[in-house]
């Protein structure tokens, strides 16, 4: 942890944090410094932090630099679920339980190091730690995943990414009833200034849009369709604890305990719609929910029925 107040910025200049920091930690890339804005390692004034932001004279800056990541990911050949494969990519049905890329307590294991054995030629597609990634799903959260398996590929889906022009959509069970068969969140996102492991609406947090349509009731849950328009960490997550109805099974954004045991947090990337990097041609992906999920759906609507 590095904390200090800005004393090294002459009086009138106000650089870009992003450059301000570029200088401080001249042993890290431009790009690592982004990300660690990004997932909120960063803090001006005990706020999380934006690339873009000023830094001035007497400004107090937090920086949580991460333990370094291991220097080599060693394939594991394992079985994985794939719906789609082409030259150019590869869409994954993810199981729950299953950590993306390597972190901090999860080194190996993970579905980057099984993807190295399935396409030997990915290795330092869009970077050397998370190779082919172009977007993440947390480890609980089970459904579609796409992998980038050339340079050429991996550019242009993450421009369709930034662009917004990729459609996500999540079936997840949420706790009480919506008062609205379709709605629409729009509330900024940001690291909780409580605590690191957390994201939360936060004044300055980062733009975050998810609308939704209910799908049916089932006893004290609510199934929804969660559309998000943007792709903020744990977003459909943060944006239904925010309306006060938090994903089904959610450890860190609901209930300790609630009416029903759940395996884990009931969230599932259903389909994924995103034009092919090569051709052009709109495809759209669907994943089957999981069979965990469905034994929760039949447990919850036997009891609904049981009850009357």
């Known amino acids: 942890m590095h904390t200090w107040t800005v004393d090294d910025v002459a009086e009138g200049e106000r650089p870009r944090l992003d450059r301000y920091l570029a200088a401080r930690f001249a042993g890290f890339s431009r790009s690592a410094l982004q990300r660690w804005i990004d997932e909120g390692l960063v803090q001006v004034d005990g706020r999380p932090a934006k690339a873009s932001q000023k830094v001035a004279k007497g400004q107090r800056i937090r920086v949580a630099v991460p333990p370094p990541a291991p220097e080599d990911l060693v394939p594991e050949p394992r079985p994985l679920d794939i719906l789609y494969e082409d030259a150019d990519l590869v869409l994954l049905n993810k199981p729950p339980g299953e950590v993306v890329h390597p972190a901090p307590g999860h080194p190996t294991g993970t579905l980057v190091q ?31 995943l796409l992998v980038a398996k050339n340079d050429r590929a991996f550019r242009a889906l993450q421009e369709q990414f930034k662009a917004r022009e990729v459609r996500k959509a999540y079936l997840a069970l949420v706790h009480g009833h919506l008062r609205e068969p379709a709605g629409r969140i729009e509330a900024p996102i940001g690291r909780d200034p409580r605590s690191r492991q957390r994201m939360a609406v936060v004044p300055g947090g980062r733009p975050a849009v998810t609308r939704y349509r209910v799908l049916r009731t ?91």
Request: hydrophobic share 40%; glycine share 12%; net charge positive.
């Open 218 to 308: 089932v006893g004290p849950y609510t199934l929804v369709l969660a559309l998000p328009v943007t792709g903020r960490t744990h977003q459909v997550r943060v944006h239904f604890a925010f309306l006060g109805h938090p994903v089904a099974g959610d450890a860190l954004y609901g209930p300790r305990r609630g009416p029903f045991p759940f395996p884990r947090q009931f969230l599932h990337a259903w389909c994924l719609g995103f034009r092919h990097p090569s051709t052009g041609e709109w495809m759209q992906v669907q994943a089957p929910l999981p069979a965990d999920l469905r034994a929760v759906l039949r447990a919850l609507v036997a009891e609904e029925r049981r009850r009357g």
């Open 114 to 144: 099984a993807l190295l054995a399935h396409c030997t030629d990915l290795t330092g597609v869009g970077g050397r730690l998370r190779p082919g990634i172009v977007h993440r799903l947390d480890k609980d959260t089970s459904g579609l």
